[in-house]
């Protein structure tokens, strides 16, 4: 698992399977769908922070540093709303988001408290690194150079975000138990990326 950052998120946080190459070529097929869909996912990752720091109010460390991340992912929302301002677009209405609902699917439910929070952290941490990752094939694939600018900020964002919960998780459990779960979340994940269609009007 790596801790570095800058080295354009190495490999891509320990993905299993890389993005379609398609996607990046539907995706710029309309910038207000993939805008719109990019601006419910910075307000559901805003949101997901609040309701770990409601659930979890006992972890001091959870609370302190999650806090931030709401104010961060708060104005990721803003940023990209102003975008599609900028553009004289309007955002659309939210849609099913396919790929989060799989990814909860997986989180243990019964059990021991500690593996459900375990579950949830990890789950962030996906999420983080996947967008991660799109951001990236956004930066690098759109014609648009203003528009590859703008991905890139969000890309190396979500990539601290990866590691802050990767770190929290380490925090809270031991550290073999964080890597043989979160090496089942990868494979996990990987089978969903491979099941699910490819669209140009979703960021996962
Ligand atoms: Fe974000
Ligand atoms: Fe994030």
Known sequence: MTHDLSEDTRNILGLQLPTDPRWVNLAAMDIQAILTDHAYCEQKAALTCISLIQRYSDREKLVFDLS??????????????????????????Q????YVNKLIEFQKKGGREEDRMLDQLLTMALVE???????????????????????????????????????????????EKVRIRWNEWLFYEANIMDSIEVRGDRIH
């Open 68 to 93: 931030p991340i709401v104010t961060e992912e708060w104005g990721h929302f803003r940023l990209v709303l102003n975008e599609l301002k900028k553009r004289n677009l309007s955002i659309g209405k």
């Open 95 to 98: 849609r099913k988001d396919i």
């Open 129 to 175: 690194a996947r967008s991660c990752e799109r951001f990236k094939r956004l930066s690098e694939g759109l014609d648009d150079k203003y528009l590859r600018n703008f991905y890139r900020r969000f890309m190396e964002s979500e990539a601290g975000h990866y590691t802050l919960f990767i770190n929290l998780s380490e925090t809270y459990f031991d550290k």
